[in-house]
């Protein structure tokens, strides 16, 4: 099985940048995806092909791509963007999809 | 508006079988796959699969292939996911989620859920 690594969680305080990262092997072949889950909400996607932005999500999330990792970035982080979040991708093949284990991001 | 409807919450005894639903409006249902994602209380999301209803073509994660089934009825603009015998390990949230293939190739569109309770 392919598995995405994503670190369980990160802090940061309101205003400040906050980078979520996702290993995978395959990520230099196949594109990074981010999803938000805020607590009892289904999620919502926030960054597709590694660095686009669905149309209604706020400019101060994006996405970046560097070999085996890809990096969601939150700019001037608001209370409101705390919830876990979850990279998505394929395996070498792209027959198989698979989510990270989630991070959950906690503004203090 | 574009949206996915599921079906309420079922709860069910092991040994028994399950089928829960997913109704697309406001697009065109049979030019848009439809995959199922289940979640655990308080652990992650596992993508099972999905399936295109124009001609029921079905790719299951292999952690999934051989445990519940996915069909989809594109008269009615539903999918479903279904199980033939229910196991404690199936109870969790599942959603259905519309892939959008080009450009975007994600989950674009999400249901509200559909919560799967098993005990005996």
């Known amino acids: 099985s392919y598995d995405l690594t994503q670190p369980p969680s990160v802090s940061v305080s309101p205003g400040q940048t906050a980078r979520i990262t996702c290993s995978g092997d395959?990520?230099?072949?196949?594109?990074g995806y981010w999803y938000q889950q805020k607590p009892g909400q289904a999620p919502v996607l926030v960054i597709y092909?590694?660095?686009e932005r669905p149309s209604g999500i706020p400019e101060r999330f994006s996405g970046s791509s560097s070999g085996t990792t890809v990096t969601l970035t939150i700019s001037g982080v608001q209370a409101e963007d705390e919830a876990d979040y979850y990279c998505q991708s394929a395996d070498n093949t792209g027959a198989y999809r698979v989510f990270g284990g989630g991070t959950k991001l906690t503004v203090l | 508006e574009v949206q996915l409807v599921q079906s309420g919450a079922e709860v069910k005894k092991p040994g028994e079988s399950l089928k829960i639903s997913c109704k697309g409006s406001g697009y065109s249902f049979t030019t848009y796959w439809i995959g199922w994602v289940r979640q655990v209380p308080g652990k992650g999301l596992e993508w099972m699969g999905i399936?295109?209803?124009?001609?029921?073509?079905?790719r299951y994660s292999p952690t999934f292939q051989g445990q519940v089934t996915m069909s989809a009825d594109k008269s009615i603009s539903t999918a479903y996911l279904q199980w033939s015998s229910l196991k404690a390990s199936d109870s969790a949230m599942y959603y259905c989620a519309r892939f959008d293939w080009d450009p975007v190739r994600a989950f674009d569109i999400w249901g509200q859920g559909t919560m799967v309770s098993v005990s005996s």
């Open positions: 092909k590694d660095t």
């Open positions: 395959a990520l230099p072949k196949q594109y």
């Open positions: 399936i295109y209803p124009s001609d029921s073509d079905t």
